[in-house]
Nanobody, 115 residues
């Protein structure tokens, strides 16, 4: 069983920055894929950034050049650095990992960008 705990969300003005963190309860070295998703009110959950093990990271077109996904194996954590935030980035952000054929989600952290 993998537990994920996101943090770092909050209220920020447009143009500002936030850094989200996702701490895992177990080593992340064996994770096949780690990703951030988001869900805005009334919209479907969408992938924001993905970091497959041994693969190339990829981003949603809407965040390319503004968001950066990274990981720290020692701290068992995944991060999402978000710069130049826009009101349309407002959503609940979720950490997602795949390991051993199973998928785990964090509880989400709210990001609100004011105009």
């Amino acid at each position: 069983q993998v537990q994920l705990a996101e943090s770092g969300g909050g209220l920020v003005q447009a143009g500002g920055s936030l850094r989200l963190s996702c701490a895992a309860s177990v080593s992340i070295l064996s994770f096949n894929n780690m990703a951030w998703y988001r869900q805005a009110p009334g919209k479907q959950r969408e992938m924001v950034a993905r970091m497959p093990r041994g693969g190339i990271t990829n981003y949603a077109d809407s965040v390319k050049g503004r968001f950066t996904i990274s990981r720290d194996n020692v701290k068992k954590s995944l991060y999402l650095q978000m710069n130049s935030l826009k009101p349309e980035d407002t959503a609940v952000y979720y950490c997602n990992v795949q390991v051993g054929g199973l998928v785990y989600w964090g509880q989400g952290t709210q990001v609100t960008v004011s105009s």
